[in-house]
């Protein structure tokens, strides 16, 4: 049945490649200093209803053109306009591509515009689609801008904590996100210290954050998707960036292997980015009030590096690596370190004489994480496993056309030690395939996207059927109606309970076999994860630079897999006369979350202001109770402001202020000596000594303080030279030292705090 699709999809490719009586023009929009394509870009043919944008690989096509005499048109912000004249013939196919130049200017209305045409031939829900410069008007902490920040500023994203801190996005947990860069899955993107994540927001060209209702083109995850793309590197010259402040530092360098000596020409580039952390170290002197004066736990190193191969008509290859680690050692507890590295491939092909594009690629990643606590009991997680990718794009008039294949597999291995001393493991090999097909048919009024996922888990033998879809209804040129839904699966689990609420340990399993029979009566008939959801949305452009964008969400998540915390009985035949939700290793529960986000966004001149309002209910239900996860955040408030100042507009003052109603958390009902029987039966109950025991009152039905934290940066540019800018920096993290709550040590009825009043200071040379 596959077969037949893939064949009769890849017909219609081939039969709407050309068009009787027309002819079509393609190519790609560049920069004309550094060689990199400009992304989502206007291009028209001037005096003529015929516009597209670019994506994210610079390509624009335009078909279904009458022939004729026309000029091509490329405009962007902070860029001077090309064009360039061009003949139409029928039946054939052009190739054009523009180089833009950029200039002291800024074409904020053309910005305006750009966005206007996106809005109205993509359905765009749930989704957020960021770049550097959004990254960088976050307040920077030392000075250094990530994209972990600017998540948690992101409509449905709540953010568990400054210090090991998850996001969960629309009631998923951190292992139902799906994270790529450059389509390679990165099992762990975020440093135990949550305000970095493993990327450099300098070599970023793009990153899509899908918080629901993502199309046929992602699967094998069932909450979101974080679509990350890296810049080839300069074509021209040497370039690269050098930052030092209190708190890390980091070493940038791109440039051409082989120079691109005329517009259009072939070329060869790489990219090497380091940055690494040495908090532990300067926080013991700069920060001596934290951690009774031993510094910040955490430490970490970045690598990076990539080698681009670009063809004269926009073709390319590029080979890439990295490794990251991270170090988290919290005395007297626990430490905890993981590795993660890689290498991939990925390439774009654009055949000569068609409208189709093809990319895909191919990567291999490993991820392992150790935890050392204090009764010297192990625990480690390993995941690593290769993906395989190849996507088929054709563009016909302002219609899209997209189908792809997908192959993945990993292994996981999974170790730890029961309270009971007994070392239990999970070694599995797990294997995918997947196929999708989507049409995206644009016309002025509405845009509709349907698509259909087919993923089959080998190891598990399971087929997933996962229809898809997304449209929008232009109301007028300021309103906008969207809606989209979806049906989603996973076979991967996390190696640690939804209900533990700090929780470091970012392990993996795959699907596990001794699941329950039953689940509430029902028959659990497979292994996988599933869930469903349905969104709908209106955007509403008030003016050219105020907008608003309302989404109300509802996800059902009929199935999910998790660690047995009720567990009693070993799983051994000895006790199957008991429920299975008392025996088994791994439970079945489902649940649902929904909610409303709020987005208001001023974005004109010197002011960017990006406000956000969610409101959200989770709910999880297993064999026994229906409760609230301990990430269930009834409101959650961001607000961001960034203002550029000074006669030269060198000057940049960025706030950011976040509030978080209380997570819940269960309750202590009391405290009682636990018997352990360590002399099994010639233990004198009357003269042992007994552990202390923990009565815990109903799950979650307590709620921890409110959230809430101030962030302040403000940063100077000084112009060196031709290519070198010096920009000195000062922020301060927890502005008026809120006491936000970490965890609570009930044993020792200790309070422990999240990150205090941080101060930083950092400078940095653009070269």
Do not use: C
């Not at 006369?577 to 079945?588: E, G, S, T």
């Amino acid at each position: 049945m596959i077969k037949k699709l893939i064949l009769l999809f890849s017909f219609l490719v081939i039969a709407t490649s050309g068009f009787a009586q027309t002819g079509s023009v393609k190519g790609f929009i560049y920069d004309k200093a550094t060689g990199e394509p400009i992304l989502f870009t206007p291009v028209a043919l001037v005096g003529t209803g015929f516009a597209v944008s670019t994506d994210v690989n610079g390509f624009y096509a335009i078909t279904k053109i009458p022939p004729g005499n026309y000029r091509l048109i490329a405009t962007a912000t902070g860029y001077d306009s090309a064009s360039v004249a061009i003949l139409i013939e029928k039946d054939k196919v052009i190739s054009k591509q523009l180089y833009l130049v950029k200039t002291t200017v800024n074409l904020k209305e053309v910005d305006v515009s750009a966005e206007k045409q996106q809005k109205k031939t993509e359905v765009q829900t749930s989704v957020t689609k960021i770049t550097p410069r959004e990254i960088k008007i976050m307040p920077a902490v030392g000075g250094e801008p990530d994209l972990a920040q600017y998540l948690q500023v992101l409509p449905g994203i709540i953010f568990s904590g400054d210090q090991g801190g998850q996001l969960y996005i629309r009631g998923g947990t951190p292992v139902q996100n799906k994270v790529l860069l450059d389509g390679m899955t990165i099992y762990n993107p975020f440093h135990s210290i949550g305000l970095f994540s493993v990327f450099d927001t300098d070599i970023m060209k793009n990153a899509d954050v899908y918080t629901g209702g993502f199309g046929a083109e992602y699967g094998d995850r069932i909450s979101s998707v974080m679509d990350i793309t890296t810049r080839d590197g300069n074509k021209k010259r040497l370039s690269g960036k050098a930052s030092l402040s209190t708190f890390n530092s980091k070493l940038l360098l791109e440039g051409p292997l082989k120079k691109q000596k005329e517009d259009g020409g072939a070329s060869s580039t790489f990219v090497l980015s380091y940055k690494n952390s040495y908090l532990d170290q300067t926080s013991k002197n700069l920060y001596s009030y934290v951690n009774n004066g031993n510094g910040l736990p955490f430490s970490f190193e970045d690598l990076y590096g990539k080698v681009s191969f670009n063809g004269e008509g926009g073709s390319k290859f590029s080979v890439f690596g990295f490794d990251f680690t991270d170090d988290a050692n919290f005395q007297d507890i626990a430490e905890i370190n993981w590795k993660s590295n890689g290498v991939g491939t990925n390439f774009v092909i654009v055949p000569k004489g068609s409208n189709t594009l093809m990319d895909g690629g191919f990567a291999y990643s490993k991820y392992k994480i150790n935890q050392q606590e204090a009764d010297d009991k192990p625990r480690s997680s390993s995941i690593n496993g290769f993906n395989l990718n190849m996507n088929f794009t054709s563009f016909i008039n302002r219609d899209e056309f997209r189908f792809g294949m997908e192959v993945l597999g990993f292994r996981t291995e999974y170790e730890t030690y029961t309270v009971s001393d007994v070392k239990r493991e999970q070694i599995e090999n797990t294997t995918e395939f997947g196929t999708y097909f989507k049409y995206r048919i644009s016309r002025d009024k509405f845009v509709l996207d349907p698509g259909l996922r087919i993923q089959y888990y080998a190891s598990l033998a399971e087929f997933s059927l996962e229809p898809r879809m997304g449209a929008k209804f232009n109301v007028s040129d300021k309103i906008r109606l969207k809606a989209a839904g979806g049906f989603y699966s996973q076979n991967l689990m996390s190696a640690a309970s939804d209900r533990d609420v700090v929780n470091l340990f970012y392990g993996f399993l795959s699907g596990p076999e001794n699941l329950p029979e039953e689940f509430r009566g029902e028959e659990v008939k497979t292994r996988l994860q599933k869930a469903r959801d349905l969104i709908a949305g209106v955007e509403w452009d008030i003016t050219n630079h105020l907008e608003v964008n309302v989404e109300v969400y509802h996800k059902w998540f009929t199935q999910v897999t998790n660690i047995n915390r009720d567990k009693i009985y070993p799983d051994n035949g000895q006790f199957e006369d008991q429920p299975d939700a008392l025996v088994k290793d791994y439970i079945v529960e489902d649940g649902y979350s929904r909610g409303v986000d709020l987005v208001i966004k001023y974005d004109y001149k010197r002011f960017y202001i990006w406000s956000v309002y969610s409101l959200g209910y989770v709910r999880r239900r297993d064999e026994f109770r229906e409760y609230a996860p301990h990430f269930d955040r009834r409101h959650n408030v961001n607000m961001l402001v960034s203002y550029t100042f000074g006669k030269k507009l060198d000057w940049e003052m960025n706030v950011r202020w976040n509030y978080g109603s209380g997570f819940p958390f269960t309750k202590t009902a009391g405290f009682y000596e636990l018997q352990t029987f360590g002399n099994g039966l010639g233990t004198d109950p009357n003269t042992s000594n007994g552990d202390l025991g923990i009565n815990y009152g109903e799950i979650n039905q307590g709620r921890l303080p409110d959230y809430h934290r101030l962030d302040f940066s403000i940063k100077k540019s000084f112009v060196i030279g031709k290519n070198s800018i010096l920009e000195a920096n000062a922020s301060v993290i927890n502005v008026y030292d809120r006491e936000n709550i970490f965890y609570f040590d009930r044993v020792r009825y200790k309070r422990i705090n999240q990150l205090p009043v941080l101060p930083a200071l950092g400078v940095n040379m653009n070269f």
